[in-house]
């Protein structure tokens, strides 16, 4: 426990660290993965990514929030185990409802005082500003200034990610009939961001999946000129290898780099993105 009993909380697809939510006590809420035979799953919990990936050729799973049940009995455990009050990250609430519902769930603990920030992002970054949030915490930021501060840094804190096949973000609803289509017939790869509202848009076309990761190095690289210093988040599917030559990568096109986040992809986020994602985040460092 923190000096200032101050409790973080989020939800798993901010896909924070294992690691680190292990050793800074994060809750993490799970989001729900259902299945057509009845069965839901807390993801992370009851069902793991590959466990996912490997019931895809059977079904495409879908997704929904955690129930408010689940939300409160976190808040109430933290508060059980003596934090006086708590910081919510949430992924954009314009992909997920989470953050509305934290909202609403937060009104029935008036004895607990929260603060809850829509990160307008999703993945590595969200777990970025949750990973921040922790740190102002235990660096003493008072309560007070914790909304404002998180707020302007989730504003300043970009994601992009792009994937080998759009299947999976078609039939998720979260990409239009045109873009699926010009990917399919085309081999055009397009790398998703999420804009200022938390909605993803495209940011760039490509075709071919090295051109896309290329791409993708070239727009945080763009992002990061901006800032002094800058924490570069990583996220993919695929092995350690991978992130390997994609951290050197990024540190040869990027000089002010003073941290890197590696980070996997959660049970709940993989249904909609399939299992050849990369994804890249870019933080400014106070």
């Known amino acids: 426990m923190n000096g200032q009993r101050i409790a973080i909380l989020t939800d798993s697809g901010t896909n924070t660290p294992e690691s680190f939510v292990r050793e800074h ?5 799970p989001l729900l993965i259902n299945y057509k035979d009845g069965n839901t799953y807390r993801s992370g919990v009851d069902i793991t990514t590959d466990e996912v990936i490997r019931r895809f050729e059977q079904e ?30 949430t992924i954009s ?16 603990v008036s004895d607990f005082p929260m603060v809850i920030i829509d990160t307008k992002s999703i993945g590595v970054v969200a777990g970025m500003v949750v990973m921040q949030a922790v ?16 707020n302007d ?22 990409i239009s009939a045109v873009t699926y289509r010009l990917g399919s017939v085309l081999n ?7 804009d200022p509202e938390g909605r993803y848009v495209v940011a ?34 695929d092995n350690n290898d991978l992130f390997d030559e994609l951290e050197a990568r990024l540190r040869a096109e990027i000089g002010n780099i003073v941290d ?6 959660s049970a709940d986020l993989i249904v909609h993105t399939g299992p050849d994602l990369i994804g890249m985040g870019i933080q400014p460092v106070e």
């Open 204 to 237: 760039k076309k490509t075709r071919g999946w090295d051109r896309a990761i290329a791409a993708e190095i070239r727009l945080v690289h763009d992002r990061a000129v901006r800032f002094n210093k800058v924490r570069i988040g990583i996220c993919c599917t």
């Open 153 to 174: 840094l989730s504003e300043k804190s970009d994601v992009f990610f792009t994937t080998k096949t759009l299947d999976y973000l078609y039939k998720g609803g979260r």
């Open 60 to 89: 495409i799973p879908t997704t929904s929030l955690p129930t408010p049940e689940q939300i409160l009995n976190t808040i109430k455990q933290a508060q059980a185990d003596g934090y006086e009050c708590g910081v919510f990250v």
């Open 135 to 150: 740190r102002m915490v235990e660096e003493g930021v008072p309560f007070g200034e914790l909304e404002a501060r998180l």
């Open 188 to 194: 055009i790869k397009p790398v998703i961001m999420c």
């Open 260 to 265: 890197v986040v590696r980070s996997g992809l």
């Open 25 to 29: 006590d994060v809750r993490v809420v």
């Open 93 to 108: 609430g314009t992909l997920s409802a989470t953050n509305q519902t934290v909202h609403m769930v937060s009104r029935l």
